[in-house]
């Protein structure tokens, strides 16, 4: 079972879309920006008080070279979905089996704490990351 989670969205500027969110959206800013430099790209965590709502990861470049430019560079704002899972190996052999293709195999994520992240886009054209095990802190 997989329990959605959050919705990434890419920008050119943290810093600048912060307020955007909080002040226009109501959300507040619960882990600072942090580079990671696996992905490249700095990421921080917006709320709500409301615990149905789902959260916000605000990614940015930190580089030419992040996999973010290219998004930004199609004018994309939000482009993934966020999913926890307890099994990330069998969420990706299902994955597979109903005709996605798996993007990045399991990596350890800086910005979980190291916990293993993998991506991958379905057959309709979304991009999905899995985060393995745990609550977040």
Same mark, same amino acid.
């Given at each position: 079972? =997989?329990?959605?989670?959050?919705?990434?969205?890419?920008?050119?500027?943290?810093?600048?879309?912060?307020?955007?969110?909080?002040?226009?959206?109501?959300?507040?800013?619960?882990?600072?920006?942090?580079?990671?430099?696996?992905?490249?790209? =700095?990421?921080?965590?917006?709320?709500?008080?409301?615990?149905?709502?789902?959260?916000?990861?605000?990614?940015?470049?930190?580089?030419?070279?992040?996999?973010?430019?290219?998004?930004?560079?199609?004018?994309?704002?939000?482009?993934? =979905?966020?999913?926890?899972?307890?099994?990330?190996?069998?969420?990706?052999?299902?994955?597979?089996?109903?005709?996605?293709?798996?993007?990045?195999?399991?990596?350890?994520?800086?910005?979980?704490?190291?916990?293993?992240?993998?991506?991958?886009?379905?057959?309709?054209?979304?991009?999905?990351?899995?985060?393995?095990?745990?609550?977040?802190?």
């Amino acid at each position: 079972m =997989m329990k959605f989670v959050h919705l990434g969205v890419a920008v050119h500027d943290i810093d600048q879309a912060i307020p955007i969110f909080t002040d226009l959206f109501g959300y507040s800013l619960f882990k600072k920006p942090i580079v990671d430099p696996v992905q490249k790209v =700095m990421v921080c965590f917006l709320m709500t008080n409301n615990s149905s709502t789902p959260e916000i990861e605000l990614v940015s470049p930190i580089d030419d070279e992040s996999p973010i430019n290219k998004i930004l560079s199609k004018e994309i704002g939000a482009y993934h =979905m966020y999913f926890e899972v307890e099994n990330i190996d069998s969420v990706l052999i299902e994955a597979r089996t109903k005709g996605c293709i798996i993007v990045s195999t399991p990596v350890e994520a800086t910005a979980f704490e190291g916990r293993r992240i993998a991506w991958f886009y379905t057959p309709t054209h979304q991009l999905i990351e899995v985060l393995e095990n745990g609550t977040r802190q």
